[in-house]
């Protein structure tokens, strides 16, 4: 084992740390309010708004993110309203393209994970709340919503981890994160192993620490599912 | 440079509709191949995590927790570079010199298979694990052997209670073949990239793409939800 | 101060069918300030969806219904409340005490109580709350205010689901089985608590199989049976035998037990 190669390998693939975490984050904060927009779409009762939300989950779940991401990458600069506009300059721009096809991939699974969230409010307490005369916002915000986080978080975690992994294939489009780092390691030393090794302990680290935090927060608002009866 | 989009998706010479059918087809075939390659491995999986040995459940251990948690075009690449190192060095010490590296077909399928085996594992397990003790129990107290226990009560069971999860494991199988496009293998997204390229089309091209795995997910997903009805019967009332 | 002029609650031929099962077929019912109702009936016969259609967590498809003194306005073909306002306000005083108790898993009993008051009677905090000790110390809770749900028994949780319909200061209460969900010893404690209520002259509705306190404790019982009301009357009547064929069918499975 060739420590000092692997040192010094681990050092320049965690300068693309930043970089992963920073398309990670901005993808599902994006991607969360999407979620939420495609949520209440679907639960509005206006029937072509909720098709519409329907097809777009549809549509984002069931093909690949690197489609998603070639067709806006390589898509967008073909559209000449798109060309002309004022936001060409961004748009063109890798880093830009990534983010949007990533907000859009995790939208979609975000908002199914929402509507599972909501769906396992045990109706019991929503009755009992309606039955003391509490309804619309008020219901939601007291009763609904708390109840929902609870369910969607731990799922909601593993989301986040499968985005930091989804992060690595932005590298295809000449980003400069971990994998493309790797990538480049790997094409001029072609010594493969070591450098799987530390880039892949590198991803397992992320989300060993993101386990970590979603666990504390689950622990925090579960204070109320600890059996200890006298 | 630009056509109408029927006739570039046409048959005829001028027409990218058969090429795009073939890698169609190529697609397909290396999400079978990882898929079922990766049931194998996801047999073994659980049966080392379901292991009495605690050094046989932490090797177990070990592949999910790598195989799910590194990104799988990582897995890609070492298959790729490393594979061709690998049979390089292998040819080499056969007396053939010079550079050798394996299809990318091969590679592909060894790559998905691996990642997609350590998805499987955790199914089966998940699925041995719904099973009643006392139905085992049962079988023994009437002298069923423990390979036949296995193989009548355990086996079906357990595949059954696994077979949802198998099913979106397919789901991400067959998107994850797109992967194989940066090492070279003609399948659906690479060839509708050299189609966008050749024609500067990409948003058809792409987008046909996209209707493709989109049409082959759902059909491939309703196929499923059959089989899933059919063997569940047994449980429902 | 209970006056003697309007029932607290009426309901005229209401109905309700699910789908094409009429559960309901017509009920005719009154009910007094003051009064402890025990509504009774096989599996089937309709008393929950009864109970449920007071408050309007079922709809009914047809059929006129008085809430203290309000017409609830309905609309057509059991569509639900044409007022979802007067519902609201109409719910608030008019508390349910339901099977599975119900109770908020992500707040603490004490929190259970104070939430309905705080946040839909707009009352203040430090009154809520003092009254909220008050309640759970005469329901025998004190010690468990600030335990979650999912960590008291049964029947605790239950004594803390009537507090908290107490806590709405109810004109009436509507008990929906209230220990059917719990294990037979802890039946007691619960039915003790219900016990006080109506020797306080609390108008309550119960539908029950503990048939011993429907008979000592009711000031009347009511027997659906197939949808509509096939007795009704003092308990000293119904439970003397005689008084009803169907009745006396009904109670004699119970005996055999």
């Known amino acids: ?230 | 440079m630009t056509g109408l989009p029927f006739e570039l998706l046409s048959f005829g010479p001028e027409g990218w509709g058969q090429p795009l059918l073939r890698a169609t087809g190529i697609t397909l075939a290396a999400a079978v191949c990882g898929f079922t390659l990766g049931s194998g491995f996801g047999v073994c999986g659980a049966a080392l995590k379901l292991s009495r040995h605690a050094a046989l459940r932490l090797a177990g251990q070990i592949y999910t927790t790598v195989f799910r948690g590194v990104p799988e075009i990582l897995v890609v690449y070492l298959f790729y570079f490393g594979g061709s190192i690998a049979l390089t060095h292998l040819m080499n010490l056969g007396g053939f010199p010079g550079f050798f590296s394996l299809p990318s077909f091969v590679i592909g399928v060894l790559a998905i298979g691996i990642v997609s085996g350590a998805y499987q594992t955790e199914a089966f397990r998940a699925g041995f694990m719904r099973l009643e003790r006392g139905q085992l129990e049962a079988a023994a107290a009437c002298g069923m052997p423990p390979f036949l226990r296995l193989r009548r009560i355990v086996a079906p069971q357990a595949l059954r209670f696994a077979l949802p999860a198998l099913g979106n494991i397919w789901q991400s199988v067959l998107k994850e073949t797109s992967l194989l496009s940066v090492i070279g293998l003609t399948e659906l997204l690479r060839q509708a990239g050299i189609a966008a390229g050749s024609t500067r089309q990409p948003l058809l091209f792409y987008g046909v793409a996209a209707l493709m795995f989109l049409v082959i997910g759902k059909v491939t997903g309703l196929a499923f939800a059959r089989v899933e009805h059919r063997l569940a019967r047994p449980w429902s009332r | ?257």
């Not at chain 1, 929902?148 to 989301?159: D, F, Q, V």
């Not at chain 1, 971990?178 to 992320?206: D, P, Q, W």
């Open chain 3, 1 to 257: 101060m209970k006056t003697e002029t309007q029932p607290v609650i009426v309901t005229e031929a209401l109905s309700k069918c699910f789908g094409t099962v009429d559960v309901l077929k017509g009920i005719d019912f009154q009910a007094r300030d003051g009064e402890v109702v025990s509504i009774l009936g096989a599996s089937g016969s309709g008393k929950s969806t009864f109970l449920r259609c007071l408050n309007l967590l079922e709809l009914p498809t047809s059929g006129r219904l008085h809430l203290l003194g309000e017409e609830v306005r309905l609309r057509e073909g059991g569509k639900g409340a044409a007022d979802r306002r007067q519902v609201d306000r109409l719910r608030a005083q008019v508390a349910m005490v339901f099977q599975n108790f119900c109770l908020w898993s992500h707040k603490t009993v004490l929190e259970n109580l104070m939430e309905a008051p705080i946040h839909v009677q707009r009352r203040k905090r430090a009154e809520v709350q003092s009254e909220a000790m008050a309640l759970l110390d005469r329901v025998g809770l004190t010690a468990r205010a600030d335990a979650y749900p999912a960590q008291l028994s049964g029947g605790q949780q239950q004594r803390a689901a009537i507090a908290r319909a107490l806590m709405m200061k109810p004109r009436v209460l509507l008990f929906d089985e209230p220990t059917s969900a719990l294990d037979p010893e802890l039946v007691g404690e619960v039915l003790k608590v219900m016990r006080d209520l109506a020797s306080e002259g609390r108008t309550m509705l119960i539908v029950t199989h503990e048939m011993a306190f429907a008979r000592d404790v009711s000031s009347r019982v009511v027997f659906l049976d197939g949808g509509v009301v096939a007795a009704e009357g003092p308990p000293k009547a119904l439970f003397g035998g005689g008084f009803n064929q169907r009745f006396d069918q009904f109670i004699s499975r119970f005996s055999q037990g």
């Open chain 1, 1 to 230: 084992m060739d420590w000092p190669f692997l040192l010094d390998t681990t050092l320049q693939l965690l300068s693309g740390v930043p970089l992963a975490l920073q398309l990670a984050a901005l993808s599902l904060t994006a991607g969360l309010v999407l979620a939420v927009m495609a949520q209440a779409a679907m639960v509005s009762g206006v029937a072509p708004l909720r098709w519409i939300a329907v097809a777009y989950i549809d549509l984002f779940r069931g093909t690949p993110l690197l489609v998603q991401i070639f067709f806006i990458y390589y898509g967008l600069g073909q559209i000449p309203a798109v060309r002309e506009s004022a936001l060409w300059p961004i748009l063109r721009e890798p880093y830009w393209c990534a983010v949007l096809a990533l907000a859009l991939n995790t939208s979609a699974y975000s908002a199914e994970i929402i509507r599972g969230a909501l769906a396992a409010v045990p109706l019991g307490e929503v009755e009992a709340a309606r039955a003391c005369g509490m309804s619309g916002l008020l219901l939601r915000r007291r009763i609904v919503w708390p109840i929902a986080l609870r369910h969607g978080l731990p799922i909601y975690g593993s989301e986040a981890i499968l985005m930091v992994k989804a992060t690595s294939l932005t590298s295809i489009i000449t980003l400069t994160e971990i994998t493309g780092i790797a990538h480049k390691l790997i094409a001029s030393t072609y010594r493969v192993v070591e450098i799987f090794v530390a880039a892949g302990a590198i991803y397992l680290a992320m989300a060993f620490l993101l386990t970590l935090v979603i666990g504390l927060a689950e622990r925090r608002l579960n204070a109320h599912l600890t059996h200890r009866r006298n």
